[in-house]
């Protein structure tokens, strides 16, 4: 189960937590682990959350969510392998020794992006848009040129020893499969799975 607190509706400006809710993500992880021993997932930002004060206080609102009874934590999307790393460093310095998983966000609408990003506090790399350039109207190469940055961007994280990935697919779950065909990992084709012991 995932875990996370949400987004205000847009002409709400400020978070405020529905009367009787949950304020914040430590809460509902707590008040699901009274309810169950269920596995929860929840949410990190390697760039710092838009609302922290500050990013030792970020690292302490995801401690406060592991001691509550996170298992693992799921990271915003970046494209800068060592924000990953450097915040993961962070994390372990901080007594967080659960899993984090990097979100990849295979990107086809720079312009969308670019609004996810000033949304949750993520930076986008000044080459990334210079990648998409005059392809406003050819959706099939956009969707090849962010299928090949979102691959580097794992094989990168791969040759550091991340083995785990979570794709934000945004409905586009062809491309999270294309990308995972191509860092090795295969669905069994209808022969093996149709296929029996003799």
Known sequence: MVAVRGHPPH????????????AYAADLV?????V????????????THPEALSTEADLDNLKRKIDSGAARAITQFFFDTEVYLRFVERARGRGI?????????PVT???????????????????MGGLFEGLDDDPETRRLVAASIA???CRLLQAEGVREFHFYTLNRADLAVAICHML??????????????G
């Open 36 to 47: 169950a021993d269920f596995e929860i997932t929840v949410a990190a930002f390697p760039e």
């Open 109 to 127: 609408n720079v312009a969308q992006t670019r609004k996810f990003a000033a949304q949750c506090g993520a930076s986008l790399p000044a080459w």
């Open 151 to 153: 691959i580097e961007q």
């Open 97 to 105: 020794t659960v899993p984090i998983v990097p979100g990849i966000l």
């Open 30 to 34: 707590a008040g699901l682990k009274r």
């Open 11 to 22: 002409d709400q400006g400020r978070y405020r937590a529905h009367p009787g809710g949950y």
């Open 184 to 197: 090795g990992v295969r669905a069994p084709g209808p022969a093996a799975i149709g296929a029996k012991a």
